[in-house]
C-alpha cells in the first residue's frame, strides 16, 4: 500500500459546479497536509495548507482533514475554466525537518 | 511566500554530458530541497540541501549523479551528471519557511538526446 493514495483522474466537470478532490493516507504520524495546483509546464503553487484535523476555508477552497479516517479532502465551489490543473496532495509528520510525501496529483478539467 | 526561480528554464543536452540547475529564493529561507518529476508522475525527492554541508539524499540517488551545492541560505544549485536519456524530466527546487510551508520553483525541462 502506498503511503499516499490519490485518484488521478481526470476528473471533468462543468463550470460552476463543486469539485472534491481526496486523498487517503496510511501512515499516522502525518500532521501537516497541503494542497498543491500545478498548471501545466508550471511549478506547483501551495493552495492550502492545514495542521492536524478540521477545516480550513480560503475563498473558493476549503480543505478538510480526518485524522481518525487518514483522509484529506479540497472542496472547489463554483469552479472556473482556470481552476484546470493537476491538483496535488502532499503531508509530513511535522519533526520540523521531515519531508513531504505526495500523491500523484488528480487532473481537474473545467469545462465553460 | 518565498519567491523560487531557477535557471535555466529548460535545456536540451547530450547524453554523456553534465547540466548545473541554478536556484535562487528571494528570502532566507530553513531548507531547501531538489525534486524530479517524470511524465504525468508525482515529485520524487531527490535531496535535501544542506547549507554549509553535504547533502542528503533520498534512497535510489547519489551525490555522484547529483552533486548539490548549498552556499547560503538562499542559492543552491543541483548537477545532473553524465546524462542519459533517462534523466529527461522536470527538475524542480523547493524551499521551505514556516514548520511545513514549502514553495516550488517554475522547474527546469531538461531533455537528454
Known amino acids: 500500500q502506498k503511503e499516499v493514495e490519490q485518484d488521478p483522474g481526470p476528473l471533468s466537470v462543468p463550470e460552476g459546479a463543486i469539485v472534491s478532490l481526496n486523498c487517503t493516507y496510511s501512515n499516522s504520524a502525518f500532521q501537516y497536509f497541503m494542497w498543491y495546483r500545478q498548471y501545466s509546464r508550471k511549478g506547483p503553487e501551495l493552495l492550502m495548507y492545514?495542521?492536524?484535523?478540521g477545516n480550513k476555508e480560503d475563498g473558493r477552497f476549503t480543505a478538510q482533514v480526518d485524522k481518525s479516517s487518514k483522509y484529506i479532502s479540497l472542496f472547489i465551489r463554483d469552479s472556473q475554466p482556470s481552476d484546470s490543473a493537476t491538483y496535488l496532495c502532499?503531508?509530513?509528520?511535522?519533526?520540523?525537518?521531515?519531508?513531504?510525501?505526495f500523491g500523484k496529483g488528480t487532473m481537474l478539467l473545467v469545462s465553460p | 511566500s518565498a519567491v523560487i526561480s531557477q535557471k535555466p528554464s529548460r535545456d536540451i543536452c547530450q547524453r554523456g554530458t553534465s547540466l548545473t540547475i541554478q536556484c535562487q529564493v528571494d528570502?532566507?529561507?530553513?531548507?531547501m530541497f531538489w525534486y524530479r518529476q517524470q511524465p504525468g508522475q508525482s515529485l520524487t525527492l531527490i535531496a535535501t540541501a544542506n547549507q554549509g554541508s553535504e547533502a542528503t539524499y533520498e534512497s535510489g540517488f547519489v551525490i555522484d549523479k547529483f552533486p548539490i551545492s548549498r552556499p547560503n541560505l538562499t542559492f543552491s544549485t543541483l548537477t545532473v551528471s553524465n546524462m542519459s536519456p533517462e534523466d529527461s524530466s522536470i527538475y524542480l527546487c523547493?524551499?521551505?519557511?514556516?514548520?511545513?510551508?514549502?514553495?516550488f520553483g517554475p522547474g527546469t525541462r531538461l531533455l537528454v538526446l
Open positions: 523547493s524551499a521551505r519557511q514556516a514548520r511545513e510551508t514549502q514553495y
Open positions: 492545514t495542521y492536524s484535523s
Open positions: 502532499a503531508m509530513s509528520g511535522g519533526s520540523g525537518y521531515s519531508t513531504l510525501t
Open positions: 528570502s532566507q529561507v530553513t531548507m
